[in-house]
C-alpha cells in the first residue's frame, strides 16, 4: 500500500492511482496469474506489482494517464523509469534468492489504463539492458 501523506487523505490523483494498481490485480488475477507483491520499495525504484504467470516472473509497471497528450500511458515508461525498474527488480531477485542459482525466468511487463478504464497488458514491454 502506498504511504498516506501526513492529513492522512489521499489526493484524487492518488485514488485514482490505487484504483488502477487495484484494476490490474484483478486482470492479472483473471488471466492466470499469481500476486507475489505490490508496491516494492527500494532506493534504486518502485515495483508495482510482482505476479507469478506460470513459472515467470513478471514485474509489472502500472500506468494511468488521462489522454494521449504526451504519448499516453505506455510511452510514461521513458528510459530512466526503466532503468529504476530493473534496478528495484534485480535488488528483489537478491532479497528474495540470495545467492542462487535458482532465479525464475523474468520479464518486464507494463498494465496501461486511461481515465475510461480501458486497460492494455504489454507483455514483456523491455529488457533488463545494461
Known amino acids: 500500500m502506498k504511504p ?10 492518488q485514488r485514482a492511482g490505487d484504483a ?4 490490474a490485480c ?4 483473471a488471466n492466470g496469474c499469481r500476486i507475489v ?8 525504484g518502485e515495483l508495482d506489482v510482482i505476479a507469478l504467470d506460470g513459472a515467470v516472473l513478471a514485474f509489472v509497471e502500472v500506468r494511468l494517464r488521462s489522454g494521449a497528450r504526451f504519448g499516453g ?5 521513458d528510459a530512466l523509469k526503466r532503468r529504476r525498474i530493473v534496478r528495484a527488480a534485480q535488488h528483489f531477485l537478491v532479497e528474495r ?10 520479464r518486464f511487463d507494463v498494465i496501461t489504463a486511461d481515465a475510461n ?14
Open 4 to 13: 498516506i501523506r501526513a492529513s492522512g487523505v489521499r489526493t484524487p490523483r
Open 73 to 77: 500511458a505506455g510511452a510514461s515508461v
Open 37 to 44: 507483491a505490490r508496491n516494492v520499495r527500494y532506493r534504486e
Open 117 to 130: 478504464g480501458v486497460t492494455e497488458w504489454i507483455r514483456d514491454a523491455f529488457a533488463a539492458e545494461g
Open 20 to 23: 488502477a494498481e487495484q484494476a
Open 26 to 29: 484483478a486482470h492479472l488475477a
Open 97 to 106: 534468492y540470495g545467492a542462487t542459482n535458482r532465479l525464475p525466468a523474468c
